[in-house]
Each structure stands twice: as structure tokens, then as C-alpha cells.
Nanobody, 115 residues
Framework: VQLVESGGGLVQPGGSLRLACAAS????????MRWYRQAPGKERELVAG????????YYADSVKGRFTISRDNAENTVYLQMNSLKPEDSAVYYC?????????WGQGTQVTVSS
């Protein structure tokens, strides 16, 4: 089982990034997918989630209207489009998959928002 995140990097405030998480080794279409983030000295927090078929989404209040989660079950990939980025969005972003008693984490990708 693998969850491999990509797309992180350094961006100026107000900029955009698109994170991707490529899944393998399990039946991706059965799993709800989430993005979490963790900043230094802070607890990991849920940023966004999407149901297995993509019909339902969830966003933390801090990212509503700026971030969009989506998934492509044909490509076994979940995305996080991040717009209007703020310095407080800087963190390591993690991909997470859950179904029944099964859960998997990616290794994380760093997002830094700074001028």
C-alpha cells in the first residue's frame, strides 16, 4: 500500500498550489480520502475530506472557499487545490485513506507560504 503526495513547495501569499496523492495497493474507489496538515509545534488537523464516490466533501472553516478537494477514481488520485494561500497555511500536508477498519497515511509534502 502506498500513498504518495506531490505538488508541495514554496509559494508567495495569495498564490496557489495543487497537491496530488497517488494511491496504490488497495481498492481506491472504496475509500474516503482526506487531507490533513501539521505545522511545527501544532497538532495535526483535518483540512478537507471527500467520500468514496466523490459526492460529499468536507472543509475546515479555515480553508472554506479557498481549498477544493477532488478525486479521480480512474486514476487512483486525490487532489487538493489551494488558492489564496496564507502564511498560516504553511505545514506538512498528509494524504489519508479510510475504509472500515483500514486506514493509510502518506509521507507528507511540505507547503511553505512566504514572501
Amino acid at each position: 500500500v502506498q500513498l504518495v503526495e506531490s505538488g508541495g513547495g514554496l509559494v508567495q501569499p495569495g498564490g496557489s498550489l495543487r497537491l496530488a496523492c497517488a494511491a496504490s495497493g488497495f481498492t481506491f474507489r472504496n475509500y474516503a480520502m482526506r487531507w490533513y496538515r501539521q505545522a511545527p509545534g501544532k497538532e495535526r488537523e483535518l483540512v478537507a475530506g471527500v467520500s468514496s464516490a466523490g459526492a460529499s466533501t468536507y472543509y475546515a472553516d479555515s480553508v472554506k472557499g479557498r481549498f477544493t478537494i477532488s478525486r479521480d477514481n480512474a486514476e487512483n488520485t486525490v487532489y487538493l487545490q489551494m488558492n489564496s494561500l496564507k502564511p498560516e497555511d504553511s505545514a506538512v500536508y498528509y494524504c489519508y485513506a479510510a475504509y472500515s477498519r483500514y486506514e493509510y497515511w502518506g509521507q507528507g509534502t511540505q507547503v511553505t507560504v512566504s514572501s
